[in-house]
């Protein structure tokens, strides 16, 4: 069975700062897919950023990017910039991609409290 | 376009109720998850749907647990006789279709059994 780990439990940063999040997971497939979620109080999970196993580029979005090493099995997020509006959780997922990418649901890591001081 | 609906936002029940969460998906989504996120288990995927039909329900916690979806849009989450242990926030999300890896996530209903 696949496993996430978040090692985090809690991450503070100064407004306009930069701060990472770390991840590692553990799986024995070679394809799948991770993800970053957010989720504010509001409890509604926000997709963050996903990177496709197969692909050797970090993915980015905005000031979103991920440091991706696949034979570490370990997937970061770099959060530059850090704004009042990113504090929230983060969860990490995996999810395998031939089963169809969800049928086996994904796995989350149990997730990072990431607290913005002004 | 509307996003993943879930009825309702809150619900307290007492030990040993019935209850029904409702999950509403993206219009056209054909797949369909519920995931369940308590403090001591974390988020734990319970059931997919693809379509109407759910091809694995090992992940439901207990057969107090039943899920169905019908006319492959509206699904309800039953629990049956419910536990303390059954707290906890239930999350329904959708994708375009099984093969589709992004799923979006609707805002959960928050259980509490007393």
């Known amino acids: 069975a696949q496993t996430v780990t978040q090692s985090q439990p809690e991450m503070s940063v100064q407004e306009a700062e930069t701060v990472t999040l770390s991840c590692t997971y553990d799986t024995s497939e070679s394809d799948y897919y991770l993800f970053w979620y957010k989720q504010p109080p509001s409890r509604q999970m926000i997709l963050v950023i996903r990177?496709?196993?197969?692909?050797?580029q970090n993915a980015t979005e905005n000031r979103f990017s991920v440091n991706f090493q696949k034979a570490a099995k370990s997937f970061s997020l770099k959060i530059s910039d850090s704004q009042l509006g990113d504090a929230a959780m983060y969860f990490c997922?995996?999810?395998?991609?031939?089963?169809?990418?969800?049928?086996?649901?994904?796995?989350f890591g149990k997730g990072t409290h990431l607290i913005i001081q002004p | 376009g509307a996003g993943v609906s879930q009825s309702p936002s809150n619900k307290v029940t007492e030990k040993g109720k019935d209850v029904e969460l409702r999950c509403d998906p993206i219009?056209?989504?054909?797949?369909l998850y519920w995931y369940r996120q308590s403090l001591g288990q974390g988020l734990e995927f319970l059931i997919y749907f693809q379509g109407n039909s759910a091809p694995d329900k090992s992940g439901l916690p207990s057969d107090r647990f039943s899920a169905e979806r019908t006319g492959g849009s509206v699904s309800t989450l039953t629990i049956q006789r419910t536990q303390q242990e059954d707290s906890a926030v239930y999350l329904c999300?959708?994708?375009?279709?099984?093969?589709?890896?992004?799923?979006?996530f609707g805002p959960g209903t928050r259980l509490t059994v007393t």
């Open positions: 990177q496709e196993a197969y692909k050797q």
């Open positions: 997922a995996y999810s395998e991609m031939y089963s169809g990418g969800g049928a086996d649901g994904l796995t």
């Open positions: 999300a959708s994708s375009l279709n099984s093969a589709h890896y992004e799923q979006y």
């Open positions: 219009s056209g989504h054909t797949a």
